[in-house]
T-cell receptor, first 111, second 114 residues
Framework: RKEVEQDPGPFNVPEGATVAFNCTYS??????FFWYRQDCRKEPKLLMS???SGNEDGRFTAQLNRASQYISLLIRDSKLSDSATYLC????????????FGSGTRLQVQP | EAQVTQNPRYLITVTGKKLTVTCSQN?????MSWYRQDPGLGLRQIYY???????DKGDVPEGYKVSRKEKRNFPLILESPSPNQTSLYFC?????????????FGPGTRLTVL
């Protein structure tokens, strides 16, 4: 079983749509949670951290459910520029600082 | 401009020919790390460094070496590359070795071993 599992997609949605991605993680000791965005095999870039109380950044909302070991990302009012692969990432807060990545969910926003 | 740089960006080589991929950051970060990305597997950590002269293995260290002689540089060395090391490689850095500091990634090096 993969440590971080995501639906690979692709999710094809029209502009303006609301889309949600889910992710599950297997290590209950995980302490830090993130969503990264990766464009067309370029470097991953941090989209947002995910906090236990849930957090919002503009059109993006992230939720964490520690009991179910589940993370979600909601994108409202999708833009063409949101087309990318979204990577669910978890980390143990140890010196190794290794980020454990999901394989990513591809989003294609269509005009 | 704060950044992580990698060179070369693209490399095609043959089995057994030693190569080095350089990584440099200008943010005075303590922590640096190498990942490889393969389809369906996500990014996996190869090696990491918590500071100068301090390095350790990640999840997939076989066939790789690293060094951290200076804070800003963290080269990845493939002594005898093999075709299964064909991959997209990313270097990353973070300010500290603990906490939830953002990790910044370099632009990637696409390596093909024939």
């Amino acid at each position: 079983r993969k440590e971080v599992e995501q639906d690979p997609g692709p999710f094809n949605v029209p502009e303006g749509a609301t889309v949600a991605f889910n992710c599950t993680y297997s290590n209950s000791a995980s302490q830090s949670f993130f969503w990264y965005r990766q464009d067309c095999r370029k470097e991953p870039k941090l989209l947002m951290s995910v906090y236990s109380s849930g957090n919002e950044d503009g059109r993006f909302t992230a939720q964490l459910n520690r009991a179910s070991q589940y993370i979600s990302l909601l994108i409202r009012d999708s833009k063409l520029s949101d087309s990318a692969t979204y990577l669910c990432v978890v980390a143990l807060d140890t010196g190794r600082r290794a980020l454990t990545f999901g394989s990513g969910t591809r989003l294609q926003v269509q005009p | 401009e704060a950044q992580v740089t990698q060179n070369p960006r693209y490399l095609i080589t043959v089995t057994g020919k030693k190569l080095t991929v350089t990584c440099s950051q200008n943010m005075n970060h303590e922590y640096m790390s190498w990942y490889r990305q393969d389809p369906g597997l996500g990014l996996r950590q190869i090696y990491y460094s918590m500071n100068v002269e301090v390095t350790d293995k990640g999840d997939v260290p076989e066939g790789y070496k690293v060094s951290r002689k200076e804070k800003r540089n963290f080269p990845l060395i493939l002594e005898s590359p093999s075709p299964n090391q064909t991959s997209l490689y990313f270097c990353a850095s973070a300010l500290r070795t603990s906490g939830t500091d953002t990790q910044y990634f370099g632009p990637g090096t696409r390596l093909t071993v024939l």
